[in-house]
């Protein structure tokens, strides 16, 4: 058989799982804030059309309403200053929303510490275990913030001195952007970033240097437990918004079982 008629029978026998890695978008699902002298994104809404009745009697439909950056969502390099002059999504190749990832899962220590921080040394000491990172694919940070998603206020876990999520280290930060073979990072989370970045030397260090390196990130992912630390497949899929800085997505997971 052909490599896809061999991928659709074992997905027809169960052999290769589809995991699927979206939070469901709906009004209810957590959004980003800002400081209030910053543009905030609204929520999701859906607006009916028409149901079965005499503004469309055989069709039921909507319009919607929503920020790019809202629920599970791809971030493209054009999303931060730092990648202005980069790829807006409708830019990025369908080629490389395809693509194998691995998955670090550091759930424990951010169940200990919510403003819990990757460093080079946990994804080297990773990598020895593991192998190294996938060139061309992605690094998705378990931190098991994905049950937290039926709540604004938990999701977000802010306080006086502002969100408490784990995220990035400045330092890693530069080195996934700049050293790692990986073409972009996912996380369950609001955003690739720790709640805290706002206070790091630079801010939100993940957007400046991945955007700025050209490369992608995933956020609010689920179901990572469900995947193992390596061998899944990504597919990511973002409306292609022409000059949009990201979009939500669709984001799904092949996984071999035995």
Known sequence: MSILATLADALSRGAVEVVDLTAPLSAET?????????????????EELSRYDD??????WNDFRTGEHTGTHFDAPNHWVTGRDGEDVASV?????????????????????????????????WESAHGPLPAGGWL???TGWDARADSQERFLNADDTGPHTPGISPSCARWLAEEAPVTGLGVETVGTDAGAAHSFDPPFPCHAALM???KYGLTQLQ????????????????????GGSGSPSRVLAL???G
Request: net charge negative; aromatic share 8%.
């Open 30 to 46: 957590p959004v980003i804030q800002l400081p209030p002298q910053f543009a905030q994104t609204g929520t999701f809404r859906l």
């Open 55 to 60: 503004r469309g009697p055989a069709w039921y």
């Open 93 to 125: 190749p369908a080629a490389r929303l395809v693509a194998p990832a691995v998955v670090l899962d550091f759930s424990a220590q951010a169940a200990a510490d919510p403003d819990f921080l990757l460093e080079v040394e946990h994804v080297r000491e």
């Open 140 to 142: 998705l940070y378990r």
């Open 212 to 214: 700025g390196s050209g």
């Open 223 to 242: 179901n990572l437990a469900q995947l193992p630390p390596t061998g899944a497949l990504l597919v990511a899929g973002p409306l292609p918004i022409v």
């Open 255 to 257: 996984v071999e079982r």
